[in-house]
């Protein structure tokens, strides 16, 4: 069974930084793509942003120059560095990534969230 975990989620003052990390586990023949949503309180689920190569990463017009994707295949694990915090980014963030079980097929799977709070 295929599953994402996500953490590093917390609470941090404005301006602050955060480090998620999202594992991929199971078995599964590859990995195409690896990314990152959020659900604010109150609001409906938006992306944050996207990585399929190093040289192919896409970011919401909001995190821009803030946030950082990256992702170590060799630990099936994306990363989301979280600078410059400020309350807007308040929410939960979710992991999703692009799987193929085996060759051929390719699923979407999504991770229960983790919980991103900014507050002084």
């Known amino acids: 069974q295929i599953q994402l975990a996500e953490s590093g989620g917390g609470v941090v003052q404005p301006g602050g930084s955060l480090r998620l990390s999202c594992v991929a586990s199971?078995?599964?023949?590859?990995?195409?793509?690896m990314g990152w949503y959020r659900q604010p309180p109150r609001k409906q689920r938006e992306f944050v942003a996207y990585h399929i190569t190093d040289d192919n990463t896409n970011y919401a017009d909001s995190v821009k120059g803030r946030f950082t994707i990256s992702r170590d295949n060799s630990k099936n694990t994306v990363y989301l560095q979280m600078d410059s915090l400020t309350p807007d980014d308040t929410a939960d963030y979710f992991c999703?990534?692009?799987?193929?079980?085996?060759?051929?097929?390719?699923?979407?799977?999504w991770g229960q969230g983790t919980q991103v709070t900014v507050s002084s």
């Open positions: 199971g078995s599964f023949s590859s990995i195409y793509a």
């Open positions: 999703m990534a692009q799987i193929s079980p085996e060759p051929g097929y390719e699923y979407q799977y």
